[in-house]
């Protein structure tokens, strides 16, 4: 789907409202209006009724608070009721996945794929009759018709049909998915197992009814500024190309939400491809064949619950985020520590990463921008490090940019062969398995789950082609104008 | 035939409320239109504040008319009626 699209904004929009109430000191008064406020009766609905609009946006801000819609136990608490909680830092349980179903938005898209269309001539050869391996398709008023029952998705009636009259819908959510975690309950409703899911967050960028999300943790961070601890903000390196802004005024953006120290993940980063090379020349100097990079969560998770035999080929140095929280912690011990990127998976890494307090998405960073009424154009630009390394680590978001920052790591004379996997989909993973019998042609192989890397996360406000525009320029021009030595 | 001026606003609530889907906005001008459309990306024009609250971004401003809430197809229909379509 493309990137800016209703469903997006309505998520956005909830947490807007949610944040200004919040710094207004009105949540608890004024949360149950939000779904009144969203939906008024003159506006025209976008789904059945604005009724169902409201329901669905109860759902929405309950995510938006922190809980998964899964929780309700009584369909009449109010949000308030749930705000009040949140407020208490109630919902942090450490819940294993960062996922929400909405089940009442999902449409039960249907279950059979194959239709057959007004194009059907009525045929006397009947082929897709005649290819039908599961008698799945009858002839009733002059057209086929497929019986969803009887139908086993095989294809083969769109094949043999010469007008094109069969067509092939696809399920946006089932598509999406590289490892088959979403399915149907017996209401054609989506499900997601959670013991195949790898927080990709691929069904939520997907479905076009909005209907997975991700629980956030924006409350317990504007908790967290409003208290005496201090709270730091460690960027991930994908933060550079979201704003229209240069990234200097960003910085200084951040600093006014209230974080009393903002930090690049860059800086990690590059540990991190420090690290990884000085691993790499180890492992392949004991024989070993190959390596897999391991900043990418829902990779890792997917090495872990698909493949597992590739798990000993897994680098085990340790992300980025995670090296950047060490060293905050080292430094500012007490410090709340709060990681912001465009990643849903992060948010289940960091749920196991003590050292790690919350993620937020740049979703939530702009709908905390936008309810705080910060400009970011308007703030002034801070001064950012040219440190060589630092560099090195702002280009980790570009699918490439491990390896090459990994390859700078190496020798010159190192004698290494790289592979990038740009994306996770069935075909990936099939390759995957296939290495993790112990054969592959390279010796480093670098992961990303998101196609194009970080920048195209699933919660990024910006379209990673622009992104990586202004992430280009900014690498370009902190280098020249300050030479490194 | 006069220019039609387009503003984009390129604030932060406009950009996070979708305004980059205007980068495809020339695509979607009509061949009749397609010279007289003068399309410029601004800083904030600061209409968030003046509708303050109601969540309307983002805002287009097709010459002095502001589109709030504004979508490729309503731009469009609001080029066409300052076109005299």
Redesign the interface.
């Known amino acids: 789907m493309t990137h800016d699209n209703n469903a997006v904004r309505i998520k956005r929009e909830v947490l807007i409202r949610i944040a200004r109430l919040f710094l207004q000191g009105r949540l608890l008064e004024e949360i149950d209006r939000i779904p009144l406020a969203m939906h008024p009766r003159d506006r025209q609905p976008t789904r059945c009724c604005i009724y169902k609009g409201r329901a669905l946006a109860k759902y929405r801000c309950m995510a938006s608070l922190g809980f998964a819609a899964e929780q309700e136990e009584d369909e009449l608490t109010p949000l308030s009721d749930y705000a009040r909680r949140a407020l208490d830092g109630q919902p942090r349980v450490k819940a294993p996945s960062p996922l929400t179903v909405l089940e009442t938005a999902c449409s039960a898209c249907v279950s059979s794929r194959y239709f057959a269309t007004d194009a059907c001539r009525n045929c006397t050869a009947r082929s897709c009759h005649t290819s039908c391996p599961a008698d799945a398709i009858a002839f009733d008023q002059g057209r086929a018709v497929i019986d969803p029952e009887k139908c086993r998705n095989c294809g083969r009636c769109l094949q043999a049909c010469p007008f094109h009259a069969i067509i092939r819908v696809p399920i946006p959510c089932e598509e999406a998915c590289p490892v088959g975690a979403v399915m149907k309950d017996q209401h054609g409703r989506v499900k997601i197992d959670m013991h195949k899911c790898i927080s990709c967050g691929k069904c939520i960028q997907e479905c076009p009814f909005g209907a997975v999300m991700e629980t956030s943790e924006m409350l317990p961070v504007l908790n967290a500024i409003g208290s005496e601890r201090p709270v730091v903000a460690m960027l991930a390196p994908a933060v550079v190309g979201q704003f229209p802004v240069p990234f200097g005024k960003l910085i200084t953006a951040i600093r006014r939400l209230g974080f009393d120290q903002v930090v690049e993940v860059a800086d990690g980063a590059h540990e991190t491809a420090r690290r990884e090379a000085a691993e790499l020349q180890e492992r392949l100097a004991e024989g070993q064949l190959f390596m897999t990079s391991s900043c990418c969560p829902a990779y890792v998770d997917a090495v872990r619950k698909h493949i597992p035999d590739l798990l000993p080929y897994v680098s085990h140095t340790p992300t980025p985020m995670h090296l950047t929280a060490e060293q905050v912690t080292r430094e500012q011990p007490g410090a709340v520590r709060v990681f912001l990127g465009p990643c849903v998976a992060k948010r289940a890494e960091a749920r196991q990463d003590p050292l790690v307090d919350h993620v937020i998405t740049f979703e939530e960073l702009g709908a905390l921008f936008v309810a705080a009424g910060i400009e970011v154009d308007e703030c002034e630009e801070a001064d950012l490090s040219a440190d060589a390394g630092l560099q090195a680590g702002r280009g980790f978001p570009v699918s490439g940019g491990v390896t090459a920052a990994v390859r700078q790591q190496l020798p010159a004379d190192a004698d290494c062969t790289t592979m990038l996997l740009d994306g996770l989909n069935k075909k990936s993973l099939n390759l995957l398995k296939v290495y993790s019998r112990g054969k592959c042609p390279v010796n480093f192989i670098e992961v990303m789950a998101c196609e194009g890397g970080c920048l195209a996360g699933p919660c990024a406000l910006e379209t990673p082609g622009r992104a990586q525009k202004r992430l280009d320029e900014l690498r370009a021009r902190v280098c020249t104008s300050h030479p490194s030595p | 035939m006069e220019t039609i001026r387009i503003r984009i606003c390129?604030?932060?609530?406009c950009?996070?409320?979708?305004a980059?889907?205007f980068?495809h906005l020339a695509d979607h001008l009509p061949a009749s239109l397609r010279d007289r459309v003068q399309i410029e990306?601004t800083?904030?024009l600061g209409l968030?504040?003046e509708y303050s609250?109601q969540?309307q971004p983002p805002y287009v401003m097709v010459n002095d008319q502001v589109v709030t809430r504004a979508s490729i197809p309503s731009v469009l229909a609001c080029i066409r009626t300052q076109a005299g379509d």
């Not at chain 2, 950009?15 to 979708?18: E, K, M, P």
């Open positions: 390129l604030g932060t609530a950009h996070v409320l979708g980059s889907q980068q990306w800083r904030c968030c504040r609250g969540d």
